[in-house]
């Protein structure tokens, strides 16, 4: 692996270990371009720090944990879990105080030692099931099975 690839999954490790875990989003300017494109539209390093710290505002404890990271030309895939406790409102929903576990993807693009751009999957459902805004499948099952509904 080259140098250049190392570096980029440095920033990339240290954007979740050093900046996200840590609480410093005030530093994300160090990482993340001007020209930064998230996955919603989200630009430059104030686009990353709304929803990033939306989500730490309501999980005080998150903490990723990276499970797998790669790096091939200018771009940096990355596996993680993280973990934390729903203690404030997080996309109109009401804390529930429920411990929640959420595993995720995302690539990140990176020019002249910065990200540029990402995008990213997680399991948005299994979460929202976890905060308890959407019945478990089990539930769901129960609940059709009451009603009668073919």
Same mark, same amino acid.
């Given at each position: 692996? $080259?140098?250049?690839?190392?570096?980029?999954?440095?920033?990339?490790?240290?954007?979740?270990?050093?900046?996200?875990?840590?609480?410093?989003?005030?530093?994300?300017?160090?990482?993340?371009?001007?020209?930064? %494109?998230?996955?919603?539209?989200?630009?430059?390093?104030?686009?990353?720090?709304?929803?990033?710290?939306?989500?730490? /505002?309501?999980?005080?404890?998150?903490?990723?944990?990276?499970?797998?990271?790669?790096?091939?030309?200018?771009? %940096?895939?990355? /596996?993680? $879990?993280?973990?934390?406790?729903?203690?404030?409102?997080?996309?109109?929903?009401?804390?529930?105080?429920?411990?929640?576990?959420?595993?995720? $993807?995302?690539?990140?693009?990176?020019?002249?030692?910065?990200? %540029?751009?990402?995008?990213?999957?997680?399991?948005?459902?299994?979460?929202?099931?976890?905060?308890?805004?959407?019945?478990?499948?089990?539930?769901?099952?129960?609940?059709?099975? $009451?009603?009668? %509904?073919?």
């Amino acid at each position: 692996m $080259t140098s250049i690839h190392e570096a980029s999954k440095k920033t990339v490790r240290s954007l979740f270990e050093d900046r996200i875990n840590a609480g410093k989003l005030d530093t994300l300017a160090d990482l993340i371009s001007d020209e930064y %494109v998230g996955p919603q539209g989200e630009r430059g390093p104030a686009g990353m720090a709304k929803p990033v710290g939306a989500l730490v /505002r309501a999980f005080p404890d998150i903490r990723y944990t990276i499970d797998e990271l790669m790096a091939e030309d200018d771009r %940096v895939a990355i /596996r993680w $879990t993280w973990r934390g406790t729903h203690r404030g409102a997080f996309q109109g929903f009401p804390a529930s105080n429920r411990p929640v576990e959420n595993a995720g $993807t995302a690539t990140f693009q990176l020019r002249s030692g910065k990200i %540029v751009r990402q995008w990213q999957l997680t399991d948005r459902l299994g979460f929202l099931q976890q905060i308890g805004a959407v019945p478990a499948v089990a539930d769901l099952a129960t609940r059709l099975q $009451t009603a009668n %509904v073919p």
